[in-house]
């Protein structure tokens, strides 16, 4: 197997996606499902089993909207989703999948829920977006103010001891470290408060909690959800990417280092630069086999072949 070079990734670098869409599987289409909390869409598990992998998204396109959308999964919420407010008219939503989200998909399908919106079409498709290793959500959370992206518990519910939580940074940020970031689990309550902005390491690309200290089981028992507020203060509005658990060191966002695949059992679906699948359920041990020089994202990193 060739040599490859490792890349700890941030997984976008705009407001928008890295490259066009590609339709990976259509879940639903047909009719317009109007939703609300008795009437919920069901996308079985078995939509979910295979050509789908982490760093893929659910499109959900919609006719009409209002209040909120809730994905979930065996009646909670999905691993990796958090709270979004449709309003009115909302035309779709992005929601990227990770590692817990997909094995909670493959065990027991989707669940669309909510006080009132129509669905006009489910799908599955991928734009090139890579997940950090360890990513417990990802995405595009666009900072242009005083925002707070809402993250629902069920993403620690497979937390294990992690000392740290990453929160991954777009290009977009420059070279600014003096952002605003804040860790918590309420607004009222100062022992909510998992970190407070000048107890966050603040690189251009990542800040990091150490969760040392923070029994986050018991911090999220009596909560819904885990909030990230983010300002600028003054730099450019950027996207927070992705959210990720990690146990010790590991490299610096944009740093590249050496290493080997030791996970051949995985399979992974690789990705060109622009997005384009270029092979599909291979292993890692084959997933550069017969590729031309050049870099490409598999599982969630991006490896250059040699």
């Given at each position: 197997m060739r040599t490859l070079l490792f890349a700890a990734i941030v997984a976008a670098a705009t407001a928008t996606p890295l490259s066009a869409q590609e339709t990976i599987k259509t879940l639903y289409s047909g009719d317009p499902v109007a939703v609300t909390w008795e009437n919920t869409l069901k996308i079985d598990a078995s939509d979910f089993a295979t050509d789908i992998t982490t760093g893929n998204y659910i499109l959900v396109t919609f006719e009409s909207t209002t209040d909120v959308i809730e994905m979930k999964a065996d009646g909670v919420w999905l691993p990796g989703t958090r709270f979004i407010w449709l309003g009115d008219n909302t035309p779709e939503i992005k929601t990227y999948i990770t590692a817990d989200m997909l094995d909670k998909l493959k065990e027991y399908g989707l669940e669309l829920c909510g006080s009132s919106f129509t669905v006009k079409e489910v799908s599955v498709c991928n734009d090139g977006f890579s997940m950090p290793a360890g990513a417990i959500w990802g995405g595009y959370f666009w900072v242009d103010n005083w925002n707070t992206l809402e993250l629902y518990k069920t993403a620690f519910d497979k937390y294990n001891g992690e000392r740290y939580l990453d929160i991954y940074l777009s290009d977009d940020n420059g070279d600014n470290t003096g952002y605003f970031m804040k860790v918590l689990t309420a607004w009222d309550n100062p022992e909510a408060v998992w970190a407070d902005n000048d107890k966050i390491v603040h690189e251009t690309r990542r800040a990091t909690v150490d969760l040392q200290g923070i029994n986050v089981k018991e911090a999220i028992a009596s909560v819904n959800a885990v909030m990230f507020q983010a300002n600028p203060e003054g730099g450019s509005p950027f996207n927070i990417t992705a959210i990720a658990l990690?146990?010790?060191?590991?490299?610096?966002?944009?740093?590249?280092?050496?290493?080997?695949?030791?996970?051949p059992d995985i399979t992974t679906t690789v990705y060109n630069l622009q997005g384009i699948a270029v092979k599909r359920n291979v292993s890692l041990k084959e997933a550069t086999d017969g590729l031309p020089k050049g870099i490409y994202l598999i599982n969630g990193k991006k490896m250059a072949v040699q």
């Open positions: 990690r146990s010790s060191g590991g490299a610096s966002t944009g740093d590249i280092e050496t290493s080997i695949i030791d996970n």
